[in-house]
């Protein structure tokens, strides 16, 4: 079955390291996303791609990094410069079409500081 | 002012109850519109598109108002698999989708 993998499910990072989020897809999306959930909170965009190659700032980019080096593949880096990284960490795609199809999401990570 | 914004709730409502929630967008440009669900802990999944004629997928009904600015989610008969938390998603930029933070259904026996 076609869908989004994300991992790990739970990951705990120390202060002033940099961790990576994987994610993966095997529905031959061209756009991916990468959103931030709060408690009480909507998503909010970290970074956005389009294509293989490109990707662009979302809302919320600060402290953050991606690549997108592969069609399937859109890993999150979340940086020492993250002041606030314990989130919940929602990748998803799209068709190119997404008014009409919406996102699919993976079933996140949730990222904790230690 | 958020560009989307939902009641958070909760949402007390009994088995079989008909329940509904708006949800209000900033941008009059605002082009696609969607009701997501999320349960607790998971990730959201698409419950609806919405359409400008207004549509009905079973027991949901979902319809947008463009004078006004919002959306809506009707929910008929309800059950207690419906708990949880509905988001509304507002499209106005290619490729870039705004989520609502969210309201909270609770279903009661």
């Known amino acids: 079955d076609g869908g989004i993998t994300q991992s790990p499910k739970y990951l705990f990072r120390k202060e002033g390291q940099n961790v990576t989020l994987s994610c993966e897809q095997n529905?031959?999306?061209?756009?991916m996303y990468w959103y931030r959930q709060d408690p009480g909170q909507g998503l909010r965009l970290i970074y956005y791609?389009?294509?293989?190659?490109?990707?662009q700032k979302g809302d919320i980019a600060e402290g953050y990094s991606v690549s997108r080096e592969k069609k399937e593949s859109f890993p999150l880096t979340v940086t020492s410069a993250q002041k606030n990284p314990t989130a919940f960490y929602l990748c998803?795609?799209?068709?190119?079409?997404?008014?009409?199809?919406?996102?699919?999401f993976g079933s996140g990570t949730r990222l904790t500081v230690v | 002012r958020k560009e989307v914004e939902q009641d958070p709730g909760p949402f007390n409502v009994p088995e079989g109850a008909t329940v509904a929630f708006n949800c209000t967008y900033s941008?009059?440009?605002?082009?696609?519109f969607f009701w997501y669900r999320q349960d607790c802990r998971k990730e959201p999944k698409l419950l609806m598109s919405v359409y400008s004629s207004g549509n009905e997928d079973g027991r949901f009904t979902a319809q947008l108002n463009r004078a006004s600015q919002y959306i809506s989610l009707l929910i008929r008969d309800s059950k207690l698999s419906d708990s949880a938390t509905y988001l509304c998603?507002?499209?106005?930029?290619?490729?870039?989708?705004?989520f609502g933070s969210g309201t909270k259904l609770n279903v009661k026996p």
């Open positions: 998803a795609s799209s068709k190119d079409s997404i008014v009409n199809y919406g996102y699919t």
């Open positions: 998603v507002v499209n106005w930029n290619f490729n870039k989708f705004y």
């Open positions: 941008n009059s440009a605002s082009q696609s």
């Open positions: 529905l031959n999306h061209d756009a």
């Open positions: 791609s389009q294509i293989v190659n490109d990707f």
